[in-house]
């Protein structure tokens, strides 16, 4: 790792020279059959969205004072940035499972067919789900339980989401995750922080753990950092970590500037075949902070991760 360089660079680019104030907080829940989210003063910090209806449960969020940090799901009418309207925040879509795509909307079957929600006043929360992806009327090819834990907002607002899945094949048959470039685990970004002619927001840069900048695509690393200035003008990050227990760490990623989007993806480089009865076992954890992050924090979240 170019330290020296890496370090100045997040120091720059990744939250440096601001001292947060501590934001106020009134943090409380709103709770639906289909949602959970946690306000404060108000103000959306974060949206579970789990509609069996529209399937592919995903995950809006962003700072204490309501400055969302992913694109919103539902977009609103008018959205600087309306392409790939299937991309829903942070989010899990396979590309393909037995050559059939799952990840456009041409097929809506990944339902939650479970949700167990628990949350606490300190604005933590569990998530737990069971989901089926199966064609239209037929049995499941594939079945996940997934829990994702959302940390309570740290003294600067800062927060962790640890998203744990397990899949098993049900059938008798192997099943093929197929390979592509990009699908899995997956983040989009808000409209403004993307590097485009329409851009009314200075874009935002995504930082690796080799100390590249806007150089992670299609490379291997362990996470990879996404940086810049937020609504209410201050310096945010988001991170993504992938678990060394994950098969083929550490991940291959996809990244876009002209529309933000960051994606650590298994099949990057070659098909995931799941044996009947079989399971496939994947972690991450998203890292939210406001006010000043550096590599070292980064890295060091990593390492605690990883244990």
Not at 122 to 134: C, K, M, P, V
Not at 156 to 164: A, L, N
């Amino acid at each position: 790792m170019r330290t020296n360089t890496l370090y100045t660079l997040l120091a720059v680019l990744c939250l440096a020279g601001s001292v947060s104030a501590k934001p106020e907080r009134d943090l409380t829940w709103k709770q639906t059959d289909t949602s959970l989210t946690l306000l404060n003063n108000g103000k959306l910090v974060w949206q579970h969205l789990h509609d069996r209806a529209t399937g592919k449960p995903c995950l809006r969020f962003g700072l204490l004072d309501g400055s969302e940090l992913t694109r919103p799901v539902p977009m609103p009418d008018g959205y600087l940035n309306s392409d790939h309207v299937w991309h829903r925040g942070l989010w899990w879509s396979w590309k393909y499972i037995n050559t059939v795509n799952f990840w456009e909307q041409n097929h809506t079957g990944t339902d939650p067919v479970k949700v167990d929600v628990s949350h606490q006043p300190d604005g933590s929360a569990r998530i737990a789900l069971a989901l089926d992806y199966h064609l239209e009327n037929q049995a499941p090819l594939v079945q996940e339980k997934r829990v994702v834990n959302i940390s309570a907002p740290d003294e600067t607002g800062g927060y962790e989401i640890d998203w744990d899945a397990t899949f098993t094949n049900p059938g008798e048959k192997d099943v093929v995750f197929n390979k592509n470039s990009y699908g899995g685990f997956a983040y989009r970004g808000a409209a403004e922080f993307s590097d485009n002619k329409k851009k009314t927001h200075p874009a935002w840069t995504f930082l690796d753990a080799e100390g590249r900048e806007n150089g992670s695509n299609n490379k291997r690393v362990p996470w990879v950092g996404f940086a810049g200035k937020a609504r209410n003008g201050r310096d945010a990050c988001i991170a993504i970590l992938d678990h060394p227990s994950n098969p083929r760490h550490p991940s291959w990623w996809q990244t876009r500037n002209n529309y933000p989007y960051l994606n650590p993806s298994l099949t990057c480089k070659e098909d995931y075949v799941l044996k009947p009865g079989a399971t496939l076992k994947l972690r991450y954890r998203v890292l939210v902070r406001e006010g000043t992050t550096t590599v070292q924090d980064l890295q060091k979240a990593w390492s605690d991760f990883s244990r």
